[in-house]
T-cell receptor
Framework: DADVTQTPRNRITKTGKRIMLECSQT?????MYWYRQDPGLGLQLIYYSFDVKDINKGEISDGYSVSRQAQAKFSLSLESAIPNQTALYFC????????????FGPGTRLTVL | AQSVTQLGSHVSVSEGALVLLRCNYS??????LFWYVQYPNQGLQLLLKYTTGATLVKGINGFEAEFKKSETSFHLTKPSAHMSDAAEYFCALNTGNQFYFGTGTSLTVIP
């Protein structure tokens, strides 16, 4: 079984709709991240969390919100989706310590019409 | 400020040829550096990482990278390209709490 799972894997929605992307991990990591990937732009950090009570904005948090329901779960919400938010979204986890790498989920491809 | 620059958004090599993907970084503190690979419709997988110690780092699938502080570089190499190496490659920098990713290099392997 995958250590980091994301649901759904693909989603098509309409402008103005609320949508939630979910991430679960079995690695026991405290740190979780949400990124979006656009062609030619690499990965941009949306939000990150170091534990259940800790939520931090990344470089492109406008239009997004997150919820850390448990150590293993970190959800990303688009309150009112817009076409500009069409992208590939990745969840990642990392153990404590700056030397540790991030482990990525398989991604959610979101299309906003 | 921390940043990562990957030179060349697209690189093409012939099968069996040397693979060289370039990464330069900017960091005000000692960096931890990573290379990730992304195959189509998949998430990112770690290829290798540099934390401290030996500056030549070996990773999976025959890849290696050398940390050169004087050049602020962490280029990725593989002596002989294989068709299965075709993918997107990302260089990343971690100086503490956040990762900074380059914009990626798409590697094409020509048979």
């Amino acid at each position: 079984d995958a250590d980091v799972t994301q649901t759904p894997r693909n989603r098509i929605t309409k402008t103005g709709k609320r949508i939630m992307l979910e991430c679960s991990q079995t690695k026991g990591h405290d740190r979780m991240y949400w990124y979006r990937q656009d062609p030619g732009l690499g990965l941009q950090l949306i939000y990150y969390s170091f534990d259940v009570k800790d939520i931090n904005k990344g470089e492109i948090s406008d239009g997004y919100s997150v919820s850390r329901q448990a150590q293993a779960k970190f959800s990303l919400s688009l309150e009112s989706a817009i076409p500009n938010q069409t992208a590939l979204y990745f969840c990642a986890t990392r153990g404590q310590g700056a030397r540790n790498e991030q482990f990525f989920g398989p991604g959610t491809r979101l299309t906003v019409l | 400020a921390q940043s990562v620059t990957q030179l060349g958004s697209h690189v093409s090599v012939s099968e069996g040829a040397l693979v060289l993907l370039r990464c330069n970084y900017s960091s005000s503190v000692p960096p931890y550096l990573f290379w990730y690979v992304q195959y189509p419709n998949q998430g990112l997988q770690l290829l290798l990482k540099y934390t401290t110690g030996a500056t030549l780092v070996k990773g999976i699938n025959g890849f290696e990278a050398e940390f050169k502080k004087s050049e602020t570089s962490f280029h990725l190499t593989k002596p002989s390209a294989h068709m299965s190496d075709a993918a997107e490659y990302f260089c990343a920098l971690n100086t503490g709490n956040q990762f900074y990713f380059g914009t990626g290099t798409s590697l094409t392997v020509i048979p």
